[in-house]
């Protein structure tokens, strides 16, 4: 653990939790306005087979009904935008699990093509769906990059995550992974290091299977821990070491550097041109389905947690968003400064472009700190992350993700009917589905 570990990650939380308050909003007209160039798109799919304990993004029960509901609404959505000017670049279909309706999804992907000049398209997925057909079938889709969540090749450890059942043991996993292998121009790995019960031992061997199985990408998180999840995290897998962190991820960085680049602090890349998901290349995204974020023209938006509700907007006309904040100038650069940086650099051009010699001025305090810790460098071209940085910005990443998994917390806990019961009618609070659309009463 680094001296200033602590205090540093106190501010941060204070920090981010205040930048994740959406403000009450009355504006009817919700939908952003069309930037002149494509922007990404990232598109939301909420259903999962297994509800893994330690997972705080936007997840539900798995139902096939509600699933082939859910895609109708989402291709609508996608065409709304279409109609408003948007059109799309690169496409990142997350979740959830994408792939539990793979009829669906490549119905998805297939008017997302025909409405926008798309490059990349990336999709993730379980290992139970590696299947070799259905992998050929998303390759000719134009699929370019495909993330498997693995977290863990110690079956002690799935098992603790409640995968080890339904998405295979850590052999079976290796196996279907090899298979897999140059299908896609980028094959991802997700893993998760610091996890309950984690030893330096276990991380090495996790870290000796990918190295040797070659995978063109390797993403290494730290276990996050939205406070508001933290306790009932910890009730089902454990409580894992905040001293052991460091650690080990200075031991990821010494293994898999030499082979690999990092393409983010905690994403690494065998070749060039992958992209890590977490590295915003473009200003705008829109985010489609239900609990999805959107930053476009320096607002950020979010669509309702209510499935019921994001299907019943849509199908009605309107898009799922139904919270807006429009970021001040300081937290815009901020977001700019945590999320450049954590690719590796932020350019001087860049910042001269968007901010002129006011970025300077305002973000002093910061530029300051993050030097006179051994974080940052300044070059004459760009500011760049030190070996110390990268994990300043692992660290400051995963709050900033807390921080968002707190407000997916809340969020989900207020439409926890309707996503236990699967029923229809559930009652939701309107404050959880929407500030900007009173005519909802649901
Ligand atoms: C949200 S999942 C979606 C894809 C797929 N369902 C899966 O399990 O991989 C994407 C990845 O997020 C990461 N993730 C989820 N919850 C996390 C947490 N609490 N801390 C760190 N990483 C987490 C896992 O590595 C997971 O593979
Ligand atoms: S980690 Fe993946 S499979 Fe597990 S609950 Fe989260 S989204 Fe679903």
Redesign the pocket.
Known sequence: MLWFERPFLAVLRHEYAAAMRFAEDDTAEVMPKAPASPCQLYVHVPF?EVL?P????H?VRYNPAKTRRYFEALRREIRLYHDAGFRFGDVYV?????TVDAEELLETLALVRSLSPVKTISI???PNHLDPRALERYRVAGVTRL?????SFDDVLLARMD?LQK?GNGAQIRERLAAAHGIFPTLNV???FNLPGQTLAMLDADLDTLLALEVDQI?F??????PS?RLK?ERSMGRSDPHLRHTMYERILERVLPAYRAASAWCFSRGHGMFDEYIIDQDDYVGVGSGAFSYVGGAMYSTTFSLNHYCRRVEGGQSGITQRRELKLKERMRYDYLVRLFGGELKHEYIARRYGRAFALRMAPELAAMRLIGATRHDPDAIRLTRRGMYCWVLMM?EF?NAV?DVREQMREHIRAELDTWNEEAKVPVSAIGRLTPEVKS
């Open positions: 999962c893994c330690f997972c705080s993004f997840r997350g979740g959830g699990t994408p993730e997925t379980n993330s498997v969540g693995v977290q995968r998405y997700d893993m998760i993403s998180y730290p276990l996050m821990t939205a999840a995290m995963a993700f998994n």
